[in-house]
Nanobody
């Protein structure tokens, strides 16, 4: 069983930055792709970013590309999401996810088998 624990969310103003962390345990972290998703009230959970097993390949949704950066530290079993130039529309619960079996980047929800409990990010205008 894989456990994922997110941290780093909070209340910030538009234009500020936050860094989310996700600590993983339960299987060989470095063997699988990881991702971040988010869900705003009344909306579907949507893809934000993904990173492959080594950290050498990443992919982002259009609405965060250029502002957010996903990274991972396999020695610490942790994946990060650096969020810069935050906007009110970035307000959501952010979820960390571990790929079902893929080492390469995964952009679909169906490709992820394990999810964290989520961390709230609120951006005020």
């Amino acid at each position: 069983q894989v456990q994922l624990v997110e941290s780093g969310g909070g209340l910030v103003q538009a234009g500020d930055s936050l860094r989310l962390s996700c600590a993983a345990s339960g299987r060989t972290f470095s063997s699988y792709a990881m991702g971040w998703f988010r869900q705003a009230p009344g909306k579907e959970r949507e893809f934000v970013a993904t990173i492959n097993w080594s950290g050498g390949s990443t992919s982002y949704s259009d609405f965060v590309r250029g502002r957010f950066t996903i990274s991972r530290d396999n020695a610490k079993n942790t994946v990060y999401l650096q969020m810069n130039s935050l906007k009110p529309e970035d307000t959501a619960v952010y979820f960390c996810a571990a790929a079902r079996c893929s080492r390469t980047i995964v952009t679909s929800r169906e490709g992820y088998a394990y999810w964290g409990q989520g961390t709230q990010v609120t951006v005020s205008s």
